[in-house]
């Protein structure tokens, strides 16, 4: 009774885990991409008085977008979703990369983005950590089939 009790909560745990994920990629691929238009995007783009230096910015969230695509695309083949804690963490030093960018090129960024990179990141590595966890139970129970 304890134990299906636990496993309710982990399950219902896990599934809310999974849906945060998928909210936090596509809100990721999402926004990345819609930087691409000042009228769509939720980021504020001061490309009149920055110019070049803020379209480089936008690139840059392109190039997360694609680079998120291509992540997602090898763990789905892969069945390993492990590598999702490290493009967490990667993605929360986003935050200090796009604060740096903003002060090396005198560029103002949006008051958005450090809540973004923290949202997307924290629930990338939580989901990475749920994975790892389902992995080592998976294989802690193939070892206690194999024994018995």
Do not use: Q, W
């Amino acid at each position: 009774m304890m134990n299906s009790l636990s496993n309710n909560k982990f399950t219902l745990l896990r599934i809310l885990i999974e849906l945060n994920f998928y909210c936090a990629v596509t809100l990721l691929i999402g926004a990345s991409f819609l930087s691409i238009y000042d009228e769509y995007s939720l980021f504020i783009f001061n490309e009149d008085l920055y110019g070049a230096l803020d379209n480089n910015l936008r690139m840059i969230m392109v190039y997360l977008a694609i680079t998120e695509c291509v992540v997602l695309f090898y763990c789905f083949v892969t069945k390993n979703f492990r590598l999702m804690m490290p493009v967490g963490f990667f993605l929360i030093l986003m935050i200090g990369s796009m604060e740096f960018y903003g002060e090396i090129n005198t560029v103002a960024i949006d008051e958005h983005f450090p809540l973004f990179f923290l949202y997307t990141g924290i629930s990338h590595i939580m989901f990475g950590v749920m994975a790892d966890i389902e992995k080592r139970l998976s294989s802690r129970e193939d070892d206690n089939l194999e024994i018995g």
